[in-house]
């Protein structure tokens, strides 16, 4: 359900045609909540026909010419009256953990190999969103709109440092392993 909130949100920050949107989740919102092109378009067409957004008008109407969309008061209502509704967190399903326990009873092998792949890829997401912070969130970006914006990037930055150190102290313990147990086969 949390898609057409996510489009409300981008689109309420500024309006956009679906091209534009999809860039968008590509290069932020798709950094915690993420869509394919043609989920969002589809949502796009969900939201107009519930009156939630409008195509904005163009001047010359033309076959295939992008629609840059808006939101209207009832899908600004929709969006507030959803922000403000409390939700328990979900819980946590990793494949790769559920990988680990595995291996505990089958063998470890190719597991420490993925370990590595999995610190590469959030170390360099932990630069990319530090990269960010040091561009958009420095002295002087004091609104109330910079200062929540920046909390949803640090719990990014958070979270990507969380995987960082356990993936550390994960390839740490597996170098400290005394081999593979024979009782395993």
């Known amino acids: 359900m949390s898609l057409p909130h996510a ?10 045609s679906g091209l534009e949107l999809t860039r968008r989740f590509d290069r932020s919102i798709g950094y915690f909540w993420s869509a394919t092109h043609q989920q969002i378009y589809r949502e796009l067409g969900r939201l107009e026909h519930d009156g939630l957004i409008r195509a904005l008008p163009t001047e010359q109407p033309a076959r295939g010419q992008k629609k840059s969309y808006e939101v209207l008061p009832a899908g600004r209502a929709e969006l507030a009256r959803w922000a403000a509704t409390s939700q328990d967190p979900k819980p946590m399903r990793d494949v790769l953990l559920l990988r680990l326990r595995a291996a505990a009873v089958v063998g470890t092998e190719g597991i ?7 610190l590469t890829l959030h170390q360099r997401q932990l630069a990319e969103y530090q990269e960010i912070e040091k561009r958009d969130f420095g002295p002087g970006r004091n609104s109330e709109r910079d200062r929540i914006q920046h909390l949803v990037l640090r719990a990014g930055i958070d979270l990507e440092t969380f995987w960082t150190q ?12 005394p081999g593979p147990d024979p009782d395993v086969a």
């Open 112 to 118: 420490e190999g993925d370990l590595r792949h999995h």
């Open 7 to 16: 489009i409300l949100t981008a689109l309420l920050e500024k309006p956009s």
């Open 166 to 177: 356990w993936l550390t102290h994960a390839l740490e313990e597996f170098e400290s392993l």
